[in-house]
Structures are given as structure tokens and as C-alpha cells.
């Protein structure tokens, strides 16, 4: 059974400062990886995705590495802004489950001005 | 290109009643995903729908059930309400397969 886990569970950090967020899984068997951000009560915004056979993707401040190998992704977010400020969830989808994603409980960001 | 909405955004139900939760796919996409979310969690894999049919199921029972429609919109309905279905419910739409999963807003249910 595959799990997820996200190190830390929360992080808070003075703007202008970079960071990474951490996400591990236990089964290397997996198709891609999505990165989700999340505002309190609201639905997830997709930010990247990473598939297996890459080893980076970057969307503007953003960019994912992924080593499926030993099981772990990274996210590292530049230059923070007090907008950052949400919880980031990591997802990965396996070989043989089609569209289900397995998630981590995410890690919650305050990026402080 | 519209994206994925659900409805209602919001819902009180009492314990042993009955729900039904709705949400329209984005353009495009065949398959739909449900998660819950209870509070401070990641979100936990329901069921999704394919062609009409489930394909694929989490761990939960039988009381949580869902359709999928010919315009690939779809419906999770969720019998004998207890307090611990309390929580957001996404829903996910892609084209069947591996491509990249967009959300709604989800639905807060609360049940009382």
C-alpha cells in the first residue's frame, strides 16, 4: 500500500526566503507526481506535474524535482511571498491505478511580511 | 474552457440522512475523481468514474455510492449520513489515464 509523507507539517518563514518542502512514498512503482496547493477551506490548484521519467519541472518560482528511485520529491519555492501562504500537498499516482492520486497530509506554509 | 464546479459549496445534514453531492467536469475530461478531506488531512480516494462506471475504489463502504453521467458530469451520493462523514469533498476530472487531475472547490459538508 502506498503511502505518502510530507516533512514538515509546517513551516513558517520571513518573506524573500527560499524553501523546500518535502514529500516522500514508500512504492517507487509510480506514473507521475502532482504537486496541489491548497487555501484554507478551498479546493487544490495544481501547481506542477512531474512524471516518472523526468528529474525537474518548473513553472515560474517554482520547481519540483523528483528522484522515484528512492522514493522522493521536493518542491522549492523562491523568493517566498506573503501570497505563498497556503498548504502544499503532494500526490502520486501509481503504475496500475489509473487516475488515483494517494496524497501526503501536507505541509502548511506562512510566509511572514 | 470552463473548470471543474461543484454544488452545493456548502451543506448541514442531520445523522442518518441522505446526501447528494454534484460536480461538472472541465472540458474535455472523461474521468472523475471523489476525495474527502477531513480537517488537517490530505485528501482520501473515494471512488472514479469511467465511461459511465466505477473504476476504482478507496476504503470505503458501500453507503457511499456515485454515478457518472453521458456528459461525463457526476454525482456522489452518500446514504445514512454519520458524524464523521463530516468534512470537504473534491472532486478531480482528467482524461482517463495518467494526465494531470484539476479540482473544484469542493463541497463543506457538516453533519449534525
Known amino acids: 500500500k502506498q503511502e505518502v509523507t510530507q516533512i514538515p507539517a509546517a513551516l513558517s518563514v520571513p518573506e524573500g526566503e527560499n524553501l523546500v518542502l518535502n514529500c516522500s512514498f514508500t512504492d517507487s512503482a509510480i506514473y507521475n507526481l502532482q504537486w496541489f496547493r491548497q487555501d484554507p477551506g478551498k479546493g487544490l490548484t495544481s501547481l506542477l506535474l512531474?512524471?516518472?521519467?523526468?528529474r525537474e519541472q518548473t513553472s515560474g518560482r517554482l520547481n519540483a524535482s523528483l528522484d522515484k528511485s528512492s522514493g522522493r520529491s521536493t518542491l522549492y519555492i523562491a523568493a517566498s511571498q506573503p501570497g505563498d501562504s497556503a498548504t502544499y500537498l503532494c500526490?502520486?499516482?501509481?503504475?496500475?491505478?489509473?487516475?488515483?492520486?494517494?496524497f501526503g497530509e501536507g505541509t502548511q506554509l506562512t510566509v511572514n511580511p | 474552457e470552463t473548470g471543474v464546479t461543484q454544488s452545493p459549496t456548502h451543506l448541514i445534514k442531520t445523522r442518518g440522512q441522505q446526501v447528494t453531492l454534484r460536480c461538472s467536469s472541465q472540458?474535455?475530461?472523461?474521468?472523475v475523481s471523489w476525495y474527502q478531506q477531513a480537517l488537517g488531512q490530505g485528501p482520501q480516494f473515494i471512488f472514479q468514474y469511467y465511461r459511465e462506471e466505477e473504476n476504482g475504489r478507496g476504503n470505503f463502504p458501500p453507503r457511499f455510492s456515485g454515478l457518472q453521467f453521458p456528459n461525463y458530469s457526476s454525482e456522489l451520493n452518500v446514504n445514512a449520513l454519520e458524524l464523521d462523514d463530516s468534512a470537504l469533498y473534491l472532486c478531480?476530472?482528467?482524461?482517463?489515464?495518467?494526465?494531470?487531475?484539476?479540482f473544484g472547490q469542493g463541497t463543506r459538508l457538516t453533519v449534525v
Open positions: 500526490a502520486v499516482r501509481q503504475e496500475t491505478s489509473g487516475s488515483r492520486l494517494t
Open positions: 512531474i512524471q516518472s521519467s523526468q
Open positions: 472540458s474535455g475530461h472523461n474521468t
Open positions: 478531480a476530472s482528467n482524461v482517463w489515464g495518467y494526465t494531470e487531475a484539476f
